[in-house]
């Protein structure tokens, strides 16, 4: 898979793809993720990427050329899947949603910043409008490098199977059951007997159990038809 996100602060977004499971996963080949900064796609000699709003009121709006010219230069060189604007205003991200998309090829990921892009961007370039939560952020970085890590990390081969994505919450609409390691008492509080019983299929009935009461109590919604 590969992944290309424009944005106008590139540097915001290197270290956060430095680390970690995002790092392995570009060294082992599963993606690529390749930053474009938006300014250098503008033809204004101050490298400026936007511009007063027409009609007035306070905010600037990022302009529709150097966004056209920067996903028209991607598009020459590969198909895209999607072209995906971060915005609070999108659909609301949720599992459903990355496991979706960690199944395409190739994803462009439009940043925005201020008071959002020229909508003429979103009518002629945009083919899906993402929002992280009902909060609005300083700009769309932090949401790609959510939406990038929640798709990543759902790659074949990127998990390792003790970190497995499978057993994530929202898999299957529940919550992850509740977790424990050494020691197995501390102060006091000790862990629950079924996970020392080396029961295996006990030991899964128990967790989907926990699944069902954390989500009922916690998340009923997602329990919703
Ligand atoms: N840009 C600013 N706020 C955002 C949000 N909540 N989700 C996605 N992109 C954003």
Redesign the pocket.
């Known amino acids: 898979m590969r992944i290309d996100i424009i944005t106008c602060l590139p540097r915001l977004l290197d270290s956060f793809f430095a680390h970690s499971i995002l790092q392995r996963a570009q060294q082992g080949g599963y993606v690529e993720v390749v930053a474009h900064d938006l300014r250098d796609y503008t033809a204004d000699k101050h490298r400026r990427v936007d511009d007063y709003a027409f009609g007035g009121g306070a905010g600037m709006v990022m302009q529709i050329e150097p966004i056209a010219r920067c996903i028209r230069t991607l598009q020459a060189d590969r198909v895209y899947d999607e072209v995906i604007y971060?915005?609070?205003d999108?659909e609301r991200l949720n599992q459903q949603t990355t496991n979706t998309l960690s199944l395409r090829q190739n994803l462009i990921i439009l940043c925005?910043h201020y008071k959002g892009v020229d909508e003429r961007v979103r009518e002629l370039f945009i083919t899906k409008e993402?929002?992280?939560?009902?909060?609005?952020?300083?700009?769309?970085e932090l949401?790609a490098c959510v939406l990038s890590d929640a798709i990543i990390r759902l790659l074949p081969g990127v998990l390792n199977d003790e970190t497995s994505a499978l057993t994530d919450s929202f898999q299957d609409n529940l919550l992850a059951p509740p977790v424990y390691t050494r020691p197995a008492e501390f102060e006091g509080h000790r862990i629950p007997d079924i996970l020392l019983s080396g029961h295996e299929a006990k030991i899964d009935e128990w967790r989907h159990e926990q699944a069902l009461e954390r989500t009922r109590i916690r998340r009923p919604d997602l329990l919703e038809p």
Do not use: W
């Open positions: 971060m915005t609070p999108g925005g993402i929002s992280i939560g009902d909060y609005v952020l300083s700009g769309g949401a």
